[in-house]
């Protein structure tokens, strides 16, 4: 029986997906999909929302994503609980303690549905590995390793393998600091590829 799997996050995840006779974007979702084409039989479903926080996520997880009964869940989160801080600063803001209030209360609903997790660390805000947002989502990335402890479930080190790429002098990953590029997008696929799928097939 085909497998489904589900990504779901911010405007990295959905990459006009609505715009797309597939649903699937121009982002990593499309070049995970364009990966495995040929090699397994599996159904993926784009459920990004540009803008989305967390908060977001919580408001819509039965609808979009529990419904839809998935295999796995893939999830990327967390760029825009912290850059929100910076670009709107009189909103309502997602705390660290918040954040890892709601990640767990939906990893423990994907969970209960009898599907398999996949949580990405958020990626960088602006190509500076010092950056004011890179410091500050920090705690929220740590946050995405402990609930992956948790649950014991599958870590794809996004963060880790962007900031290793700035360390290598890589200037293209981002159009403004956040939203991928080709690069950027081709990182994001080739990190989840090599960390996920011999442990889902």
């Known amino acids: 029986?085909?497998?489904?799997?589900?990504?779901?996050?911010?405007?990295?995840?959905d990459s006009g997906r609505n715009q797309d006779s597939e649903g699937l974007g121009n982002g990593y979702v499309r070049m995970i999909r364009d990966g495995m084409i040929n090699k397994y039989d599996v159904e993926i479903?784009?459920?990004?929302?540009?803008?989305?926080?967390?908060?977001?996520l919580?408001?819509?997880?039965?609808?979009?994503?529990?419904?839809?009964?998935?295999?796995?869940?893939?999830?990327?989160?967390g760029i825009n609980d912290v850059w929100r801080q910076l670009d709107h600063p009189e909103m309502d803001q997602v705390t660290p303690e918040d954040f890892k209030i709601i990640y767990d209360e939906l990893v423990?609903?994907?969970?209960?549905?009898?599907?398999?997790?996949?949580?990405?660390?958020?990626?960088?805000?602006?190509?500076?590995?010092?950056?004011?947002?890179?410091?500050?989502?920090?705690?929220?990335?740590?946050?995405?390793?402990q609930l992956a402890d948790k649950y014991d479930t599958v870590l794809v080190p996004t963060h880790t393998a962007f900031l290793e790429a700035l360390q290598k002098g890589k200037k293209t990953l981002t159009t403004d600091g956040v939203h991928m590029t080709e690069v950027g997008n081709q990182l994001m696929a080739k990190i989840w590829l090599d960390t996920c799928v011999d442990r889902l097939l």
């Open 108 to 145: 423990e609903k994907v969970n209960s549905l009898g599907a398999k997790c996949i949580l990405m660390e958020p990626t960088i805000i602006e190509e500076r590995i010092d950056s004011i947002g890179n410091q500050k989502l920090l705690p929220y990335v740590k946050i995405v390793r």
């Open 45 to 56: 479903i784009n459920k990004g929302v540009s803008g989305d926080r967390i908060t977001d």
């Open 1 to 13: 029986m085909k497998q489904k799997w589900l990504f779901v996050g911010d405007s990295i995840t």
């Open 58 to 77: 919580e408001d819509r997880w039965n609808q979009d994503v529990l419904a839809l009964q998935p295999d796995v869940v893939s999830i990327s989160i």
